[in-house]
């Protein structure tokens, strides 16, 4: 990827934590590099060189400051000029693919070679997928030093590292100290609490706190998660194991505060990365600013929230049957039903908040009697036939490579159209320019155009029409012209033991979106 000398020069002389994360500084003197941000005094400019990831300047022989802390960088965002396959395979690497297996295998589920892989993650990245992953670990690693009171064994094995040899030697060769060392430079900051494990995760600000709880909230299954306060709670599973997370964000840092309650701390890198989609750590406000606040049709509603987010879903498919069990009927009969649903057919787990559910996994649904809990037949069997097609492997949300592939895929399902498709690319795919054009408050938002001038305007907003969307839901919310309506337009039934269109006979104002 290449860094504009210039630019990079301007943002580290003014110190702008607009770049944080985009760019790091290597300085030639110390073999040490740094975030834009770091306080330490400037090194002269012949003594500077730049690298586009954390990975590359530790691939070029640099360790990381200890000051500012690399490992604590919002991260690098994934579309930052990088190819589309590239981001993919980011994603894989973030979700542990190459902690499982190697890099043929990784260039396997993206259909190129290993060598073309490692070639373009060169390009693109500064690094290899290795070196990316080993960045990864190591700077979890630190985290972990830093911010709980693991024992080291465990620290190496929630990184990534097979024994605690394999940790003590490659943070010695990153940091040129053992991890006792560096957790003696934070150890009196950590309090310590063996049930809680208690981390921060860093954003690029501004954040719009209140319209991503506000969001959530109002779609927070009973039983399962719940907003209180400036708080989000919620139930988690991973590989069979049950926790429970809490994040909030503590002022005036640029972080979310995480609580994790989990029995195995090896589950902690996957839980954090998780943790960062469902609350869009990841994007960059100052670029998608810079692209939409010059709509006028958007300009008013970024004004009142800039720093919008997409939140993300902790589970695809759980995200998946709340947006069918959202067809046509309001938010909080949705909200209703998805609750009945998790008390009637998910696992009971005691974490205490109010929580006590966890959502059902799809083999749990894909022959349950749906109906009892007051689905309609049509939506329950569209539930469960996603659920046989999650349980079966035919789609993924968790280890998704190919996002507008998965969406081709679940508009072919009965009771999913373009609408559910696209919301849940957006949601639980990640995908920032997923757009349901056919949305019903979106059209009249946008001055009652039809589904088709509506993907022409938007045009205009790519590729950020995801955010778009947050902006438009929020200013139809604010001006009141929704009715609590969970976002879906037209009749998505259409499928289902061959009723015609519009059979649902949704209630007019319910077809919209917030």
């Known amino acids: 990827m290449d860094l504009d000398q210039r630019a990079c020069d301007r943002a580290r002389q003014s110190r702008d934590a607009r770049f944080d994360g985009r760019f790091f500084i290597g300085v030639t003197t110390t073999r040490v590099y740094c975030r834009p941000i770091c306080p330490a005094r400037a090194p002269k400019d012949e003594h500077v060189r730049y690298f586009p990831t954390a990975a590359a300047a530790e691939a070029a022989g640099f360790r990381p400051c200890l000051r500012c802390r690399p490992d604590a960088a919002p991260g690098t965002p994934a579309w930052l000029g990088t190819l589309g396959l590239v981001s993919r395979a980011l994603r894989l690497v973030s979700e542990g693919a190459l902690d499982r297996s190697g890099v043929e295998r990784l260039a396997e589920r993206l259909g190129v070679t290993a060598r073309h892989l490692r070639r373009l993650f060169l390009q693109h990245l500064g690094a290899t997928p290795l070196e990316v992953a080993l960045t990864r670990r190591v700077h979890f690693a630190k985290k972990l030093l830093d911010e709980t009171n693991l024992p080291l064994r465990e620290v190496a094995f929630a990184s990534g590292f097979g024994s605690l040899r394999r940790l003590n030697g490659q943070i010695r060769r990153t940091y040129e100290r053992t991890p006792t060392e560096l957790r003696r430079r934070v150890r009196p900051h950590v309090v310590a609490d063996p049930e809680c494990y208690r981390l921060r995760l860093a954003f690029r600000p501004p954040y719009d706190w ?13 039983g399962v998660e719940s907003v209180e306060g400036s708080r989000y709670r919620r139930t988690i599973t991973v590989e069979g194991k049950a926790g429970s997370i809490d994040v909030s964000r503590p002022e005036p840092v640029s972080a979310l505060g995480l609580e ?22 990841g994007a960059d406000p100052a670029v998608i600013e810079e692209h939409l606040r ?38 909080r009969a949705a909200t209703t039903i998805a609750g009945r649903v998790a008390s009637r057919f998910g696992s009971p787990v005691a974490v205490g ?37 999650v349980a079966g492997g035919t789609i993924t949300f968790g280890t998704c490579i ?10 072919e399902l009965p009771g999913i159209g373009d609408w559910t498709a696209e919301y849940i690319a957006m949601r639980a795919l990640g ?32 590729p950020w029409r995801a955010y778009a969307v947050m902006l438009l839901w929020q200013r139809a919310t604010e001006a009141g012209r929704v009715r609590h309506a969970e976002p879906v337009v037209g009749p998505e039934l259409r499928r289902v033991h061959g009723r015609p269109a519009g059979v649902a006979a949704a209630r007019p104002g319910l077809r919209g979106a917030r």
């Open 431 to 462: 995908e920032p320019d997923a757009f349901p054009s056919g949305d019903l408050v979106l059209r009249r938002m946008a001055g009652d155009l039809s589904a088709r001038q509506l993907k022409r305007r938007s045009e205009a907003w790519r």
């Open 353 to 389: 908040a109010g929580l006590g559910r966890l959502f059902p996994t799809p083999a749990q649904l894909a022959t349950a009697a749906i109906e009892e809990a007051g689905v309609v037949r049509s939506r329950a069997e569209a539930i469960r036939s996603l659920a046989r097609h």
């Open 402 to 411: 190919d996002g507008r592939t998965t969406v081709s895929t679940l508009r």
């Open 260 to 281: 994790v309650r989990f029995p195995d701390p090896r589950a902690l890198l996957f839980i954090v990365e998780r943790v960062r989609r469902v609350f869009d750590l």
């Open 210 to 222: 209140d319209a991503a709880l506000a969001f959530l909230g109002a779609r927070a299954t009973p």
């Open 294 to 331: 010059t709509d006028p049709l958007l300009r008013e509603a970024w004004a009142r929230h800039r720093g919008i987010r997409v939140p993300g879903a902790w589970d695809g498919f759980e995200l998946a049957v709340r947006a069918i069990l959202g067809q046509q009927i309001s938010v």
